[in-house]
């Protein structure tokens, strides 16, 4: 048998490998483009310049009108009921004195009346009998004026007891305070068994509810506050519930810090705010021609390490953007104040600023 030779088919072998290597290595090659990752903003339209603006100031519930109890006598106080805050009824009993002295001065002038009385009726019968007496000429004249002239004493006596023991009467009742109406102690200005004067003050009383509220405005604007003004009002105490008021009255002269107090008087109030609340008054002011401003939302304003402030401006055309410096106001519950830099109708970036840069293309993921 014949064996042909190994060599051959090895050079075969290499040859269509490196046949094959070379089909590949001619193929054309292709450079990958790296992906380029597009940033998304929030913008907001630039609205036209602001008119008019809004401020919220701090006040009180005031009360409406204040009641000054105390008693029309004199005496010993016995123990005070109530103490301030407390709710009180109409006639309710607030305040007593001490009645002893009152009660037994009822009783004398009880006893003078009744003596008094007895007296105008002995008299009585006297005279009648002298006047039978004088018709039939038993009695002289001057002995019948006389026994009428009893009778008229004692009669006027008698009459005078009788006021006296009702004006005693009286002020016996003056030893008791009732509360004229329904209403809140507002201030105790006795202490219990205190021995008090006629007139002096025991309590101050005020209606149970009001609607006047009372607060404070800068000089820089007591200008633009006139009566009739209408304003806003909202208490803590009551959430959820915004009144509609008018301010009422304005003092002529500011107080130590130069703020003018005002008042503002709730429209309806439907007998639920107390005197003492603590309430928020909102008032709409005019902003003059040269001082008007634009309003963007404090995240738009952007800051340079001079402090300076620029904001970043979405163009739609080129969907990119572009820096802007401006001038900004005070910051307001609607926004900040930009008083230079920008136009109405401009779109401002509101979210992503702090990454951008001069003219980068965005996507807009939200106008507000």
Known sequence: MTVLPAKPLIYGSLLSLIFSLALTGCKPYTKEEPVTTVKKVSVKKVSG?????????????????????????????????????????KN??????????????????????????????????ELERNLVLYEAGNVSQSDFDSVEATYLTNKAQHLANQKDLALTKQNLAYTRIYAPQNGIITEKSVK??????????IYKMANSYTDSVELGIPIALITQIEKGKP??????????KTYQAKVSDISIVPGDTTVYSITVDIASHANAILPGWVADVAFNFNVPVSQQFVLVPNEAIQSDPDKSKYVWIFNPAQSNVQRQPVKIGKL???????????????????????????????????QG
Do not use: C, W
């Open 192 to 201: 219990d068994y205190q021995t008090v004067s006629q007139g002096e003050v």
């Open 332 to 366: 307001m519950t609607e926004g900040m104040q930009v008083t230079e830099g920008l136009l109405p109708g401009q779109l401002v970036v509101t979210r992503g600023g702090n990454t951008l840069t001069e003219n980068l293309k965005v996507d807009v993921a939200h």
């Open 49 to 89: 310049p602001k008119r008019e603006f809004k401020r919220v100031f701090s006040g009180v519930s005031k009360v409406n009108e204040e009641l000054l109890l105390s008693f029309r006598v004199n005496g010993q106080l016995k123990k005070l009921p109530l103490e301030v805050g407390d709710a009180v009824r």
């Open 231 to 240: 304003a806003t009002v909202t208490f803590e105490n009551i959430p959820g």
């Open 92 to 125: 309710q009993l607030i305040a007593e004195l001490d009645p002893t002295d009152s009660d037994l001065d009822v009783q004398y002038k009880k006893a003078l009346l009744a003596k008094s009385n007895a007296d105008v009726r002995q008299s009585y019968a």
